[in-house]
């Protein structure tokens, strides 16, 4: 079973500030998902790779299939950045394990 | 409006009791996923349909039993209900079966608190 680690657990920033949310898992994975869940608890597909980099507005997702480690970068952070970041990894079924997410907190 | 309708968005009942979750994809998904999310076990996938079929079981309870319909819409059965099966659950829907090569597109969930 695939293990997902995601840190930091809880990450306060400065409006503006430039933010990383790391995500490893254990095993081989066929593709990586970047979710954000904002505080009414809906959740939005943010990225889907398997391979390099994607980069959607101010949100850039990177992953490393050797070291089996994403990142998910947010450049000039806002307060409406404000969520929970869940990292999930499928690995050819179709199944996703989920990371137990970031809680980011951005501060005007 | 992410196009996954899901109802109820709150539902409170007692123990013992059962209820249904229904879900909608969005239009021309053909696959609908369940998902809990719980305080202490975080998300869990429940259970996958394909266009009307079975495609994958997760850490579903004996309990719990859903099915897709021909119109595609989904619906899940929670019997038997503990206070621990309080939780957001959370349906999802794709365009095809393989979730390694689809994004999901989610629904706003449905909160159930079991008193």
């Known amino acids: 079973k695939n293990e997902v680690e995601q840190s930091p657990q809880n990450l306060t920033a400065q409006e503006g500030e430039f933010i990383t949310i790391n995500c490893s898992y254990s095993?081989?994975?066929?593709?990586l998902h970047w979710l954000q869940q904002h505080p009414g608890g809906g959740i939005v597909s943010l990225f889907m790779?398997?391979?390099g980099k994607k980069k959607h507005g101010r949100l850039i997702a990177t992953i490393n299939i050797q070291e089996k480690h994403s990142s998910l970068h947010i450049t000039a952070s806002h307060p409406r950045d404000s969520a929970v970041y869940i990292c999930?990894?499928?690995?050819?079924?179709?199944?996703?394990?989920f990371g137990k997410g970031t809680k980011l907190s951005v501060i005007p | 409006d992410s196009g996954v309708t899901q109802t109820p968005k709150h539902l409170i009942t007692a123990t013992g009791q059962r209820v249904t979750l229904r879900c909608s994809p969005r239009?021309?998904?053909?696959?609908v996923y369940w998902y809990q999310q719980s305080l202490d076990q975080g998300l869990q996938f429940l259970i996958q349909?394909?266009?009307?079929?079975?495609?994958a079981k997760g850490n579903i309870l004996e309990r719990f039993s859903a099915q897709q319909f021909p119109d595609l819409h989904s619906e899940l059965n929670l019997s038997s209900l503990e206070l621990g099966d309080s939780a957001l659950y959370f349906c999802?829907?794709?365009?095809?079966?393989?979730?390694?090569?689809?994004?999901?597109?989610f629904g706003a969930g449905s909160r159930l608190t079991v008193l």
């Open positions: 999930a990894v499928s690995a050819g079924s179709y199944q996703l394990t």
């Open positions: 999802a829907s794709s365009v095809v079966g393989s979730i390694g090569a689809n994004v999901l597109t």
């Open positions: 095993v081989g994975i066929s593709a």
């Open positions: 790779l398997s391979s």
């Open positions: 239009s021309g998904d053909l696959s």
């Open positions: 349909y394909y266009n009307g079929e079975e495609r």
